[in-house]
């Protein structure tokens, strides 16, 4: 069985983004390290040091994606990004002025956005890079 998970495109998409936000320093150097570190910050961690910026960038993005399209956008099978913008093809009426693709594009980079603006609250701005 297939799970959600980002396309490589859209995960190297994803990883560009927080590069460009001066983040990469702070990505986990393997899915184990990756792992420890969502979970505390699922846990509300406030240390610094257990931030992957990557990963709070992917589950924002998928936070913020199920809270306008509902939960069923995390059980869909492969990349969220990939099914939404093939939903949006087969089912939009193409209005002028249609902007969702153009937001559902933007995701990767809204959230590494908010990762730097996560880190920095954990940091204090003038420590954030």
Known sequence: MTTMALCNDHWDELRDAVREEGLEHLESKNPETAAVRTLAEFEESDDPEMFDPTMFAMWNMLANGSRIFGIPLLLIEGCPICWLLTE??????????????????????????????RYESLVGDDDAT
């Open 88 to 117: 949006h093809d087969l089912n939009c009426s193409h209005k002028p002025g249609c902007r969702t693709v153009e937001e559902i594009t933007s995701w990767p980079t809204k959230a590494a956005d908010a990762s730097r603006k």
